[in-house]
């Protein structure tokens, strides 16, 4: 175990090689690695042969919590600094993972996806809506810990962001929705909250008393539905109102807080939940409020983020917080330690977030359509391609079978060649790509072949 320690401590960066890129080349789990034989991916991770499962997952739980941390708070800065100065819009969301175990106590919460309540471990991360990359992380046992860990994110996005001009637009749903934030992120002058309101019923007698007065004369339409027919058309009041929410501390009421509320209204609608479809909830006094009604969808791209992490990068299959041991006693009798420890699954967690920046980094390199694709769509046309590896010299060079679309690829291959990058963990070699000019021979070019196969004889 001491041995293992120090081979974490002195070669965890290539530890960290070994996740990423099996992530990119498409290795969901950790005994997986018992069956891969490339000898490409082996150097990726700076190897000359993949570890075993068994290896891989000591050196990954050996990690000690304060270099994962280091790691992280070096590359989260990088991502946070990136896009530069300017008003970024930020949304903050939680995403709960089932944990099927009935030997370990954990918290537990809602799975959205599937509506039952299980034991579950939750990711909470902060994702910039319009670099479409993810910037901060968070986990906990459970779910609903946005509450718990939102101003936390928000203090290291404005850490990270510091001497950088512009205001954070933070959007988060009604899982940040609590008084004591609204007030604390009120103070901030760089910061704007946008939030759905909860129809509790003192809110909701609230907008019952609204008058004609307050609503405005012309009805309002979202954005999304400017191109149906004008008689399809969901059609609702606008009311743009100030609101009082109640602080609480330590299960006290301490006060209250301003906020400005627009309101949509649906006169049809029947329940409460019908005739107040949506109320947003913000500091910002200047923005008009169709704009802020029509834009909070944008919120939805965090939600497609957890999607495409869940089923392109194996965001979902992550080690657990904590580690079961079991031994027997004297008696021949089980005897199961738990022992809660997060590193691994935080470590793995935000590696595969790093893996979809880089993949949105991708994308945007090569421009054009490209940048519009998503991270599975990128790994499936342009990653995960078959090459054959050549030794020439110092230079290592990779060389591509023709494949489509490759014409797409070549100008950024060029100009990562004039780059002549090195790999570190390849003794500095340096890489170069290329595409072969001639498709590789097919076994069925000659006709009797074919005809052996599919004639009649």
């Known amino acids: 175990r001491r041995d293992l320690r120090a081979m974490a401590a002195d070669g965890h960066p290539f530890d960290r090689l070994r996740t990423g890129f099996s992530v990119i080349c498409g290795v969901e789990r950790a005994f997986h690695l018992d069956d891969v034989r490339d000898i490409g991916f082996a150097l990726l991770t700076g190897r000359l042969r993949p570890l075993s499962h068994s290896t891989f997952q000591h050196l990954l739980h050996a990690i000690a919590s304060w270099d994962a941390i280091r790691f992280y708070l070096a590359t989260a800065r990088q991502a946070v600094r990136k896009p530069g100065e300017g008003t970024r819009r930020i949304s903050l969301d939680g995403h709960v993972l089932p944990r099927h175990t009935k030997l370990v106590e954990l918290t537990k919460g809602r799975i959205a996806s599937t509506g039952r309540v299980l034991k579950a471990e939750e990711l909470v991360s902060a994702f910039d809506l319009d670099a479409e990359s993810f910037l901060a992380l968070r986990v906990r046992q459970g779910g609903k810990n946005l509450t718990h860990v939102l101003l936390a994110l928000v203090k290291e996005l404005c850490i990270h962001r510091r001497g950088l001009g512009g205001i954070l637009r933070l959007f988060f749903d009604r899982g940040g929705y609590k008084g004591l934030i609204f007030k604390a992120l009120s103070k901030l002058d760089d910061v704007h909250f946008y939030t759905p309101a909860v129809r509790y019923p003192p809110s909701v007698r609230r907008w019952e008393a609204l008058t004609e007065e307050d609503f405005e004369p012309e009805p309002f339409v979202f954005d999304k539905h400017a191109d149906l027919p004008s ?139 490209c940048a519009k694709m998503w991270a599975g769509t990128l790994l499936r046309k342009f990653i995960r391609r078959p090459a054959t590896l050549y030794l020439v010299g110092k230079e290592l060079h990779v060389v591509f079978d023709p494949f489509p679309d490759q014409e797409e690829l070549r100008p950024l291959l060029e100009e990562l060649n004039a780059k002549r990058v090195a790999l570190p963990w390849l003794n500095g070699l340096v890489v170069q790509f290329s595409i072969a000019q001639d498709e590789p021979l097919h076994p069925l070019t000659e006709p009797e072949k074919r005809q052996r196969l599919f004639g009649d004889g």
């Open 231 to 369: 008689d399809e058309q969901p059609r609702f009041r606008l009311a743009d109102i100030t609101m009082e929410i109640n602080v609480w501390e330590d299960k006290r009421l301490t006060g209250t807080v301003e906020v400005r509320a627009i309101v949509v209204h649906d006169p049809q609608g029947q329940t409460s939940k019908e005739r107040w479809p949506f109320v947003l909830l913000t500091d910002d006094w200047d923005t008009p409020a169709r704009e802020l009604a029509n834009e909070w969808g944008d919120h939805w791209g965090h939600e497609f983020a957890h999607r495409i992490g869940k089923h392109d990068l194996c965001l979902d299959i992550l080690p657990p917080g904590y580690t079961l041991t079991t031994t027997r006693d004297e008696d021949g009798r089980l005897q199961r330690q738990v022992e809660y420890d997060t590193t691994s699954f935080f470590l793995s967690a935000w590696l595969r977030c790093l893996v979809f920046n880089l993949m949105t980094l991708f994308g945007q390199a090569l421009g054009g359509e």
